[in-house]
């Protein structure tokens, strides 16, 4: 089982940043491949971001890609999300979630295990 917390959500006005963490626990959190997903009210669970559990392969959403960025610190077993030039339709409840597999994946069924999710809300 791993176990997933996340933090760092809040309001923020347009153009504005915010980092996102994410500290996994429980067995096997180390070789894990990290994701963020997003829901927006109304709106299906969408893929935002994922990371192998090397740091080596790394996906993003065309939504996000130049805006967002996911990394990790293996020695804390924790996943960052760097969101930067927010804009209102970024706003959404953020999840991370964690593979049973090494390789990272944008395909929401491929993950095992999933936080309770952080509000992120930008405001125009």
């Known amino acids: 089982q791993v176990q997933l917390a996340e933090s760092g959500g809040g309001l923020v006005q347009a153009g504005g940043s915010l980092r996102l963490s994410c500290a996994a626990s429980?067995?096997?959190?180390?070789?894990?491949?990290m994701g963020w997903f997003r829901q927006a009210p109304g709106k299906d669970r969408e893929f935002v971001a994922s990371?192998?559990?090397?740091?080596?392969?790394?996906y993003y959403a065309d939504s996000v890609k130049g805006r967002f960025t996911i990394s990790r610190d293996n020695a804390k077993n924790t996943v960052y999300l760097q969101m930067n030039r927010l804009k209102p339709e970024d706003t959404a409840v953020y999840y991370c979630a964690a593979r049973s597999d090494y390789s990272a994946s944008y395909q929401l069924m491929g993950y095992d295990y999933w936080g309770q999710g952080t509000q992120v809300t930008v405001s125009s």
């Open positions: 429980g067995r096997t959190a180390r070789s894990n491949a």
């Open positions: 990371i192998s559990w090397s740091g080596g392969s790394i």
